[in-house]
């Protein structure tokens, strides 16, 4: 790790299918999230990244938290580690399970537009040709 708490570039320099660690390795076997809740725009914080993991928790793990001490969206996190979505989201929902992590979803439904005025501005959009 660097002083700047990111993680260092060359612990995941190798690109993901050359690692010697397959995807079911680092997720303990488990192909699902124990959250259905943390989707790719979920961001996430380290609540007190000073926290000292479990001596169990695995570079992966120790990364993401690292990397959480600021606000970070799970696919961001993805895109650093240059692990898979589906592999980050296993690991980030054990550690907000654990309490290692925050989970903040983004924008409420409904701060959302309305689908009506959306097909309007399409509409108007398409007209402009």
């Given at each position: ?59 992966e793990?120790?990364?993401?938290v ?14 650093h ?15 907000i ?33």
């Amino acid at each position: 790790m660097s002083g700047s708490g990111e993680p260092d570039r060359h612990q995941f320099s190798q690109p993901f299918g050359a690692r010697p660690l397959r995807p079911y390795v680092i997720t303990r076997g488990r192909a699902r999230a124990t959250r259905n809740t943390v989707g790719v725009e979920t961001l996430l914080i380290a609540p007190d990244p000073t926290r000292e993991l479990p001596v169990t928790a695995s570079r992966e793990e120790r990364a993401l938290v690292r990397m959480c001490g600021r606000l970070l969206s799970l696919v961001e996190a993805a895109a650093h580690l240059d692990l898979p979505v589906s592999l980050v989201s296993v690991l980030a929902s054990d550690l907000i399970d654990a309490g290692y992590l925050t989970a903040r979803s983004g924008a409420p439904r409904q701060a959302a537009p309305d689908s009506q005025l959306l097909q309007e501005v399409l509409h108007g959009l398409r007209g402009i040709r």
